[in-house]
């Protein structure tokens, strides 16, 4: 059938029923890395014992500088616990920091990562014009994506009616097939209007000559259905 299987985004499953393979989350991306990097921020936590233990043998402690100059792993391990009390911005100035004293022996891409991350979670809405960019050049799921996760962090009271109409466009653009699925989900879900409408979209811009037939004949049976549960709820009513 035309356009191909969309593939298995939030927006798809919400949209068009699918129940594919699970797709590790960027959150969950994220919180793998966190259990890295607090593995070695494990380490920078029983160095902070060096300088007590210099001071009980009678040598000179570590100042704050020379500390984290020595155990630049402090920085990264101080953004984590930032990041997980929402100071988004202080984890990702901390994590900068860790790259400037870390210098060739960071983990430069998975920080970058993360300091990307935090950067999204104090501003959700640049995930828009992100989206935006990506849809420009051509990376129709990537743009998808970004909304996706922008309906997802949005504050509290945000209307995302506008991206979520945009989303909705663009994926059914890029996969008319789902409006097929969509149409199926919404019949086994005992809807048979909605499937209809979804159906007439299918036919209106993604369905093939032959297609046509097999979609008109479903068509008919949620009418049929439609039909039905007037007749019923109208001989309940007497």
Not at 17 to 45: C, D, H, P
Not at 84 to 93: H, M, N, S, T, V
Not at 116 to 136: D, H, S
């Amino acid at each position: 059938m035309a356009g191909g299987c969309p593939p298995v985004t939030s927006f798809a499953r919400e949209t068009a029923g699918f129940s594919g393979q699970k797709v590790l989350t960027s959150e969950q991306g994220v919180t793998m890395r966190f259990t890295n990097f607090l593995a070695i921020g494990a380490a920078a936590s029983l160095a902070v014992a060096a300088p007590a233990d210099a001071q009980k043998n009678d040598q000179p402690a570590l100042d704050s500088t020379t500390f984290v100059h020595q155990f630049p792993e402090a920085y990264l391990y101080e953004g984590v616990a930032r990041f997980w009390e929402k100071d988004y911005l202080g984890a990702a100035r901390a994590w900068e920091q860790y790259l400037a004293k870390a210098g060739r022996h960071a983990d430069t891409a998975s920080v970058n990562l993360i300091i990307r991350e935090a950067l999204i979670q104090a501003y959700p809405e640049t995930l828009l014009y992100e989206g935006v960019a990506l849809l420009k050049a051509g990376d129709t799921l990537g743009a998808i994506r970004a909304w996706e996760r922008l309906h997802e962090l949005a504050p509290a009271g945000t209307d995302t009616a506008v991206v979520r109409q945009l989303t909705e466009n663009v994926f059914f653009q890029a996969y008319p097939l789902a409006r097929l699925y969509q149409g199926v989900a919404y019949y086994l879900a005992n809807e048979p209007g909605r499937a209809i409408s979804a159906w007439q979209e299918y036919l209106a811009n993604g369905a093939t000559e032959k297609e046509r037939g097999e979609v008109r004949g479903l068509i008919a049976a949620a009418r049929a259905r439609v039909e039905s549960e007037r007749v019923a709820a109208s001989t309940r009513s007497r």
